[in-house]
């Protein structure tokens, strides 16, 4: 090509980029107040806008080689369209996701800021938006890889094959990617069975942890100690498990004392009514302290339990009874602490007393006259 069809190129990638960054401009310094997207729109298409105007300046300034044949050579001409028409597939694809993107981000703000956590509606609406735009993302990509494919002549040739084949070819994926698509449905299946949100705290393989992420294959589920349980979709769907904010975050608290049978019921159903009543962490609802066991071993199970709005404040408010009625017991009632009794019997008046029968044995540590036991032993096994 000639150094002037490499200008024009020049000056059409400039001026589409230069109308892509005042569109930015207004968005962000006019629109920015009285349009809220604008911002969302600014953010999410900094590089997409771009690449997706410098390649639209490319493609509309390229010559046309039936004008001109001598001045462009047909199979570079044809080389770089192909590219060029590549590459527009594949920059307006990510600028499509990228406003897609920002269109749900201010849903997804929204509702995180105007409903707070503790709102289970707002959580479920999440949940299935980020899942949406996912599975929406997905058959974008994979639509504009079938439409870069179908701009090879190989491919295009085969087209009809494939479309007379697509019977049997989706037989066959179907059973290759079994697990996939089960996890596909099973993820679509709890976001609108409501079943499972984002934010939801859940007990899966004993493991206390929040719903952080959840996607088309896995759910991650942060732990309290700040690890990351990663778990199938589908066995969400097919064993059972814990969900503490199904249907709200209020919870109960529950403390089991293993106590002795002098320990005063009413002074402690007291004490604990005290703490409960003053506690920042009790919702005031409800709460109670019953002996509701006694063990095998002799102990009375004294179970405290209060209601508290949340998980957080059901862990403190916990500890916190735990901790105080252990140190007011130990400080009033220490005969009411957990403790063994060994019953000692005194013999049958037929049969002799050990010390009578054996009275200079080994085992005892000094006679009364002070000697001590001959060093050979018991003499009554003799």
């Given at each position: 090509?000639?150094?002037?069809q490499?200008i024009?190129?020049g000056?059409?990638?400039?001026?589409a980029?230069l109308?892509?960054?005042?569109t930015?401009w207004?968005?962000?310094?006019?629109?920015?107040?009285?349009?809220?997207?604008?911002r969302?729109?600014?953010s999410r298409?900094t590089?997409?806008?771009?690449?997706?105007?410098?390649?639209?300046?490319?493609?509309?300034?390229?010559?046309?080689?039936?004008?001109?044949?001598?001045?462009?050579d047909?199979?570079t001409?044809r080389t770089?369209d192909?590219a060029?028409?590549?590459?527009?597939?594949?920059?307006?694809t990510?600028?499509?996701?990228?406003?897609?993107y920002a269109?749900?981000?201010m849903?997804?703000?929204?509702?995180?800021?105007?409903?707070?956590?503790a709102?289970?509606k707002?959580?479920?609406?999440q949940?299935?938006v980020?899942l949406?735009?996912?599975?929406?993302?997905?058959?974008i990509?994979?639509?504009?890889?079938?439409a870069?494919?179908?701009t090879?002549?190989?491919?295009?040739?085969?087209?009809a094959g494939?479309?007379a084949?697509?019977g049997v070819?989706?037989?066959v994926?179907?059973?290759?990617?079994q697990?996939t698509l089960s996890?596909?449905?099973?993820?679509?299946?709890?976001?609108f069975?409501?079943?499972?949100?984002?934010?939801?705290?859940v007990?899966?393989?004993?493991e206390?942890?929040?719903?952080?992420?959840?996607?088309?294959?896995?759910?991650?589920?942060?732990?309290?100690?700040e690890?990351?349980l990663?778990v199938?979709?589908a066995?969400?769907t097919?064993?059972?498990?814990?969900?503490?904010?199904?249907?709200s975050?209020?919870?109960t608290?529950?403390?089991?004392?293993?106590?002795?049978?002098?320990v005063?019921?009413?002074?402690?159903?007291?004490?604990?009514g005290?703490?409960v009543?003053?506690?920042?962490h009790?919702?005031?609802?409800?709460?109670?302290?019953?002996?509701?066991?006694?063990?095998?071993?002799?102990?009375?199970?004294?179970?405290?339990v209060?209601?508290?709005a949340?998980?957080?404040?059901?862990?403190?408010?916990?500890?916190?009874?735990?901790?105080?009625?252990?140190?007011w017991?130990?400080?009033?009632?220490p005969?009411?602490?957990?403790?063994?009794?060994?019953q000692?019997?005194?013999?049958?008046?037929?049969?002799?007393?050990?010390?009578?029968?054996?009275p200079?044995?080994?085992?005892?540590?000094?006679?009364?006259?002070?000697?001590?036991?001959?060093?050979?032993?018991?003499?009554?096994?003799?």
């Amino acid at each position: 090509m000639s150094v002037q069809q490499w200008i024009t190129i020049g000056v059409a990638v400039a001026v589409a980029v230069l109308l892509v960054f005042a569109t930015r401009w207004v968005l962000k310094h006019k629109l920015g107040r009285v349009w809220r997207v604008s911002r969302y729109l600014v953010s999410r298409t900094t590089y997409t806008a771009y690449g997706a105007a410098a390649v639209l300046g490319v493609n509309l300034a390229l010559p046309n080689p039936g004008n001109d044949p001598g001045e462009v050579d047909w199979s570079t001409f044809r080389t770089i369209d192909h590219a060029m028409s590549i590459l527009m597939i594949a920059t307006l694809t990510a600028l499509g996701i990228s406003l897609a993107y920002a269109a749900t981000d201010m849903i997804l703000a929204r509702l995180s800021t105007a409903n707070g956590d503790a709102d289970r509606k707002a959580r479920r609406l999440q949940t299935q938006v980020r899942l949406l735009r996912r599975v929406i993302t997905s058959i974008i990509v994979v639509l504009a890889i079938a439409a870069i494919l179908f701009t090879f002549d190989e491919v295009r040739a085969l087209g009809a094959g494939l479309l007379a084949s697509a019977g049997v070819i989706g037989i066959v994926a179907g059973v290759a990617a079994q697990s996939t698509l089960s996890n596909l449905f099973a993820g679509l299946q709890l976001t609108f069975s409501d079943a499972l949100r984002i934010g939801d705290v859940v007990v899966v393989e004993g493991e206390w942890g929040r719903v952080e992420e959840l996607s088309l294959v896995n759910v991650t589920i942060k732990i309290w100690d700040e690890r990351r349980l990663v778990v199938p979709v589908a066995n969400f769907t097919t064993t059972s498990f814990e969900n503490w904010t199904k249907q709200s975050t209020a919870i109960t608290a529950k403390v089991m004392l293993p106590l002795d049978w002098e320990v005063p019921i009413d002074e402690l159903r007291e004490e604990t009514g005290r703490l409960v009543t003053s506690s920042k962490h009790w919702d005031g609802r409800s709460w109670s302290c019953q002996v509701v066991d006694i063990t095998e071993t002799g102990d009375v199970m004294v179970r405290v339990v209060a209601t508290a709005a949340d998980t957080g404040n059901q862990w403190d408010i916990a500890c916190q009874i735990r901790e105080h009625l252990i140190g007011w017991l130990v400080a009033n009632y220490p005969e009411s602490l957990p403790r063994d009794r060994t019953q000692f019997l005194a013999a049958d008046e037929s049969e002799a007393s050990y010390a009578s029968r054996f009275p200079t044995s080994a085992f005892r540590r000094r006679e009364p006259n002070g000697v001590s036991g001959p060093p050979g032993g018991d003499p009554g096994e003799v």
